[in-house]
């Protein structure tokens, strides 16, 4: 049975609220979601969902499900997940977004992570590229495989707190604009990123 990602970090931070043995209860029942989860969705063709799937979407949801299942507080529950997800998600790339904002213009580099992320990281058709020139990259998306996950397994409500990781990811780059006023996991009819270089 493959290991749940993140767990280690997720029990470590779960003992503070929690106490240790019911970090490891909540960790321990988390990882049979996930493997359960992890069945239901092996016949994921696309590579980029199937990894989204298993290292961030997954275990998000079914440490969630793990911590509903102690406490039925919906609001402190996705309080509790919003600071798991800063103990886990970018941590490891951390490092390297930040050896960005030590170039002149990282936008370079950027701009072609970004298309390569809208090609891979939707599903196909779901995306309407607005803008895409040496200065700024726009993409409208109108369907997300991360909501349509989570609405599958009924907790649509997560999907907010996968939104704001975006926003973590533009805090690491103080030097590039990014801007986003629409997010279908709010209820908007698509999610409209826009990356520039800042004036």
């Given at each position: 049975m493959a290991k749940m990602p993140h767990s280690e970090k997720w029990q470590q931070n779960l003992s503070r609220s929690y106490g240790d043995p019911k970090a490891k209860a909540l960790i321990s029942r988390?990882?049979?979601?996930?493997a359960d989860y992890c069945t239901q969705h092996d016949t994921e063709k696309s590579r980029a969902n199937l990894t989204n799937l298993k290292t961030r979407i997954l275990p998000g949801l079914s440490?969630?499900?793990s911590l509903l299942d102690e406490d039925e507080d919906q609001e402190k529950i996705l309080a509790?997940?919003?600071s798991l997800f800063r103990a886990a998600f970018f941590t490891q790339r951390m490092q390297g977004l930040r050896l960005?904002?030590?170039?002149?213009n990282p936008f370079f580099i950027i701009r072609p992570a970004l298309?390569?992320?809208?090609?891979?990281?939707y599903l196909p058709g779901s995306q309407?590229?607005?803008?895409?020139?040496a200065t700024c990259f726009a993409v409208n998306v109108y369907r997300c495989f991360i909501l349509d996950t989570?609405?599958?397994?009924h907790a649509k409500e997560l999907t907010v707190l996968y939104c704001n990781t975006d926003d973590w990811l533009a805090e690491l780059l103080p030097k590039m604009s990014w801007q986003r006023t629409k997010t279908l996991g709010r209820g908007d009819a698509c999610c409209d990123f826009r990356w520039c270089i800042k004036e």
């Open positions: 988390a990882q049979i979601y996930y440490i969630y499900k509790e997940i919003d960005l904002n030590y170039l002149p298309k390569m992320m809208t090609r891979d990281a309407e590229i607005i803008e895409d020139n989570l609405t599958m397994h």
